[in-house]
């Protein structure tokens, strides 16, 4: 079956400091990957996505490459801020007749002044 | 655009109690996705409704049930509540039920969340 796998939490990180979360799958066919959101108390927010090997998702200064060869995910920021602080979840799409995100545990982000 | 709205925000209830959770979808979505979110843990994938019927389910027993109206709007129904109900519980709307291999994004709601004594 589907699953996915994302290091764990928690990470604390100065403000300003280099952030990458791992995530790796495992699915059928050819999935489409996801970076979600959670800040405190509110529901899931997708961050970013890439729908086919090599796409590269992009937003708000965050960054993830779809890598088959490595059925990889990683997330990437460069300078992280205070406001970057949620928990960050890792997610698949396998279509093909599933109608499902398959999540990861969850990173939780912790950025200090 | 009004967001995917819950009701409630949180609940308490029982063991062996019943509860109904709500979820109004976004506007425009015809799709609504259940999943629960145990303390620590990602959302594990409950089911989905598209167009008033069940379209997928997970690896949850029959006590979980749902419905979907013809406005949209779902309830999740848990009977014979157990202690390792307790969790956020997630509602997300789209438009369409996917499974074709496009992906329709699921716009998520803040959460219901349930604590079972």
């Known amino acids: 079956g589907n699953s996915v796998t994302q290091m764990e939490g928690p990470v604390t990180l100065s403000e300003e400091a280099f952030l990458t979360i791992n995530c790796t799958y495992t699915a059928t066919g050819y999935p489409s990957l996801f970076w979600y959101v959670q ?3 509110e529901g899931l927010q997708l961050l970013l996505k890439a729908t086919k090997a090599d796409d590269k998702g992009s937003n708000k200064g965050f960054e993830a ?5 490595t059925t990889s995910f990683h997330l990437e ?3 992280v801020q205070v406001s970057d602080s949620a928990v960050y979840f890792c997610a698949l799409y396998s279509g093909a007749g599933s109608y499902q995100l398959t999540f990861g545990k969850g990173t939780k982000l912790s950025v200090i002044p | 655009e009004t967001g995917v709205t819950q009701s409630p925000t949180h609940l308490i209830k029982t063991r062996g109690q019943q509860v109904t959770l709500r979820c109004s979808s976004q506007s425009g979505h015809n799709t609504v996705s259940w999943y629960q979110q145990a303390l620590g843990q990602g959302p594990q994938f409950i089911f989905q409704y ?4 069940e379209n997928g389910r997970g690896n ?3 006590r979980f049930s749902g419905l979907q109206f013809p406005n949209y709007s779902s309830e999740l129904n848990v009977n014979a509540l157990e202690l390792d109900d307790s969790a956020l519980y997630l ?3 789209s438009l369409g039920q ?15 969340r349930l604590t079972v004594l």
């Open chain 1, 65 to 69: 490459t779809y890598r088959k060869e």
């Open chain 1, 77 to 79: 920021k460069g300078s």
């Open chain 2, 60 to 62: 949850f027993p029959p």
């Open chain 2, 98 to 112: 996917g499974g074709g291999g496009s992906y329709n994004e699921q716009f998520f709601g803040p959460g219901t």
């Open chain 2, 91 to 93: 509602c997300a709307s």
């Open chain 1, 39 to 41: 800040y405190p108390g």
């Open chain 2, 50 to 53: 598209y167009r008033e019927e």
